[in-house]
């Protein structure tokens, strides 16, 4: 795909060792202070400004000047608790830690984009603040990021995620709900041990954790409209220890997804109601322990078809994509700042997430690009409003 006329090949065997390099040596939420090391480097020998902010790992860059308007460009840094299988000549020498998401494509594509920007700060209507996030993982990486204050007055935002489902030279996003608000529950059941041969002396938390379980899938099909998607997943039973002993309590945990903030907020009441009164009926006790995430990644309608627009102009091929139940904390930025998240095409692979995951590097540098011109164009336009 030739999305500029000079394709600068130095630059892109450069973000290719970035990425290479940010492989060997993955890091967890929270955990990214190497990788935040390293970018502190790279920034500072590109002369690019870094806020003094108070993040323990992560940081954010800016590039222009002047009191012009300001656009946000975000990646994200962290790995995960995943050992490789790829491989791959540059893969994970930590063990038991590996980039199975593709952060590291994304951390040399934004890198890419503010080497690009840096170039031309002089022309730049306004500033860029480069956002490398920690902990995006946990699903709360960029809370610490607002609470730091490092995107106070920031008019615009874009993030991005590869995507193994897009072909490299593809590009996607939507108005509205692109990811799912996700939250994670779990559920003890408490009842009264016994002998399995005589169950009538006991009271029953695994019989009663199976009613439960089945229960809780009529909020779905039963309790919400069918206009508007809800997963809710048991993935987790924990409870016994023999074979002729009923336990006195069974553990449950799962995930419920929604796009609906509305219904995301009366989902944890739904389930209480079935788990309190199939518990009561049982003469079993039941309680929900709620662990909310991050909430549904809306898009807004001008910035995602701005975003769409420009990368038509690049010469990406364009995808109107569907909503996705995987989540994003990206979102957090949304709910505040007007923007877009969008996915672009890395190549058919294994899964986000797989111990074999890659990404085809062939699409970092005009990703870079991309960021470089929606970034700038994005000011312009932000200028023009003015």
């Not at 490299?168 to 996700?182: E, H, K, N, S």
């Not at 379980?213 to 409870?239: A, K």
């Not at 058919?348 to 995951?357: G, K």
Request: with cysteine; net charge negative.
């Amino acid at each position: 795909m030739n999305l500029l006329n000079e394709v600068d090949q130095a630059l892109a065997n450069q973000l290719i060792d970035v990425r290479r390099n940010l492989h060997r040596e993955p890091e967890l939420a929270y955990e990214e202070f190497k990788t935040t090391e390293k970018l502190r480097e790279w920034l500072t020998n590109a002369n690019i400004h870094i806020l003094d902010l108070p993040l323990q790992t992560g940081l954010i860059a800016e590039i222009g000047q002047g009191n012009g308007p300001v656009v946000a460009i975000r990646c994200d840094i962290d790995a995960l608790p995943i050992e490789e299988q790829t491989g791959l000549s540059f893969a994970s020498e930590i063990l038991g830690k590996m980039h199975a998401c593709g952060h590291d494509f994304h951390t040399a594509t934004i890198l890419g984009a503010a080497l690009l920007l840096k170039a031309r700060e002089g022309e730049l209507p306004g500033k860029v603040r480069v956002l490398f996030q920690p902990a995006e993982e946990t699903g709360h990486g960029a809370e610490s990021v607002l609470a730091s204050g490092g995107l106070k007055g920031v008019d615009a935002i874009f993030g991005l995620h590869n995507s193994p489902d897009l072909p490299t030279g593809a590009f996607g996003t939507r108005t509205g709900a692109l990811t799912a608000g996700v939250d994670r529950f779990e559920i003890t059941v408490k009842g009264v041990g016994a002998h399995a041969a005589t169950p009538e002396k006991g009271v029953d938390s695994i019989v009663t954790a199976a009613q439960i379980i089945t229960s809780l899938q009529t909020i779905v099909s039963r309790q919400n409209s069918t206009t508007e998607p809800v997963v809710l997943s048991v993935t987790r039973i924990n409870g016994g220890f023999t074979w002729n002993v009923l336990p006195e309590k069974v553990e449950l945990e799962g995930t419920v997804r929604t796009y609906n903030e509305e219904i995301r907020g009366q989902i944890p009441i739904q389930m209480t109601r079935i788990i309190e009164g199939i518990a009561a009926a049982a003469g079993a006790e039941a309680q929900l322990h709620w662990y909310p995430g991050p909430p549904a990644t809306i898009n807004h309608g001008e910035w995602a078809d701005f975003t769409k627009e420009i990368a038509s102009h690049v010469g990406y091929e364009v995808h109107d994509i569907p909503p996705q139940m995987g989540g994003e904390d990206f979102s957090f930025y949304l709910q505040q700042i007007p923007g877009a998240f969008v996915n672009i095409g890395s190549g058919p692979a294994y899964a986000l997430h797989h111990p074999r995951f890659d990404v085809d590097e062939a699409a970092i540098l005009p990703a870079a690009k991309y960021f470089a011109i929606l970034a700038e164009q994005a000011l312009v336009k932000l200028q023009v409003k003015a």
